[in-house]
């Protein structure tokens, strides 16, 4: 039980900061592969037949 002292199960915590840094690198790499057709905000460009990729919402 000594590794739920602080509140945070240790395995959930790891996996959080996982997802963290794979949101930055998903973020990086958009911004140098795709932002130039699709847009900075993943807005798309129909001119280009580029499509949305924003999440909606």
Do not use: Q
């Not at 790891?14 to 900075?40: P, T």
């Amino acid at each position: 039980m000594s590794n739920f002292s602080s509140g945070v199960n240790p395995v959930c915590k790891h996996i959080n900061l996982s997802y963290r840094s794979g949101v930055a690198r998903g973020k990086e790499l958009f911004g140098k592969d795709c932002a130039a057709c699709h847009g900075a905000e993943g807005e798309g460009n129909p001119a280009i037949f580029a499509p949305w990729c924003a999440p909606s919402g």
